[in-house]
């Protein structure tokens, strides 16, 4: 990998800051640049870096895909309105859940999300707005998982070999590429970004894909968007790394009114780490397990049985797929 890791003690934000805006501007010099924002912390500190770098030559989009959590679209560009920056909306679900029918394989569903963002949609818009650079925000550790082999994070393309320009038709900026989300978040917050974005809880690039074990469609995507939000309402107090909720592929037998119920399973995480390197399970309380469960069966449909992740990680991963 040759990529050099700037450590969070190492880490001055507004001396990188004042770096990378001038790394951009000098990559893109006069011409057009286009941005992927998705709202996590990553994407939003280089949208902010990209604005401050190229303003009115940088066109920020937000790729409603069909995969993200409930009211994500609207909800980011209201935040980036309000902190002057323009955002369109793509509608991309009929792409996105075209290039996932019928995938199981949790690889073969990364390269799907990848080939769709990067080529079908990015590629086109490149294409329509005469762009020949695009500003996405893959860390350190997305870049350290996949050469490892642990898992394909849908941004690397670079780092496996890939011609982003001879593939795809332009050029990848990753400002932020040396830094792990510790770093990601002091250098968000020394940029103005409301505490709301640099301290959320991190959100993987093939967003609710990377939590439905077994194909990915509309309905079960649906079910797992709605545990999500559970998941969120009830956690966001505890000060954990990150935790989410996961919809498992096969059936299991309950019992409602009475009468067999075969229903989902919905897996629920939740982490204590500090570069998601290592993390250890939240010690929860059983009251907001037996909350978390009594709400999920309640409000997400057909959902028979939750449980909870006690493994660590290694051997397990923060996300399941």
């Not at 996590?40 to 902010?48: F, I, K, N, Q, R």
């Not at 679900?93 to 799907?112: C, H, M, Q, V, Y």
């Not at 086109?124 to 860390?139: I, M, S």
């Not at 939240?282 to 397990?289: A, G, K, V, Y």
Request: aromatic share 6%; with cysteine.
């Amino acid at each position: 990998m040759k990529v050099a890791e700037i450590k969070l003690e190492d880490l001055k934000p507004t001396e990188f800051i004042d770096e990378q805006v001038k790394a951009i501007s000098s990559a893109v010099g006069k011409e057009l640049a286009i941005n992927a924002l998705s709202g996590g912390v990553d994407s939003s500190a280089v949208t902010l870096l990209g604005h401050k770098a190229l303003g009115s030559r940088l066109k920020t989009y937000f790729i409603e895909n069909g995969i993200m959590r409930e009211g994500e679209p609207q909800r980011i560009v209201s935040l980036f309105k309000n902190l002057g920056v323009p955002v369109e909306i793509v509608d991309a679900r009929k792409e996105f859940f075209g290039a996932l029918k019928g995938l199981i394989d949790p690889e073969e569903k990364r390269e799907a999300i990848t080939q769709t963002f990067y080529k079908t949609v990015f590629g086109r818009l490149v294409r329509e707005g005469r762009a020949k650079y695009l500003l996405q925000g893959t860390n350190y550790t997305d870049v350290e998982e996949t050469v490892a082999g642990v898992k394909r994070q849908h941004n690397i393309l670079e780092q496996l070999g890939i011609d982003t320009q001879k593939e795809f038709g332009y050029k990848v900026i990753e400002p932020i590429i040396q830094l792990r989300k510790t770093g990601v978040r002091s250098v968000a917050r020394a940029l103005g970004l409301p505490e709301e974005l640099y301290n959320r809880p991190p959100f993987p690039g093939p967003a609710l894909a990377a939590r439905v074990i077994g194909e990915v469609t509309p309905d079960r995507v649906e079910l797992v968007r709605l545990a999500t939000k559970v998941v969120e309402e009830e956690l966001s107090n505890t000060k954990a790394f990150q935790y989410l909720a996961i919809l498992h592929e096969d059936k299991v037998t309950g019992v409602r009114n009475n009468k067999r119920d075969f229903g989902f399973q919905i897996e629920v995480r939740c982490w204590d780490s500090s570069d998601a390197v290592t993390a250890k399970p939240t010690r929860l309380s059983f009251d907001i397990l037996e909350r978390l469960s009594q709400r999920i069966t309640t409000e997400v449909p057909g959902v028979v049985s939750v449980t909870y992740n006690i493994a660590t990680k290694p051997p397990s991963t923060i996300e399941a797929v």
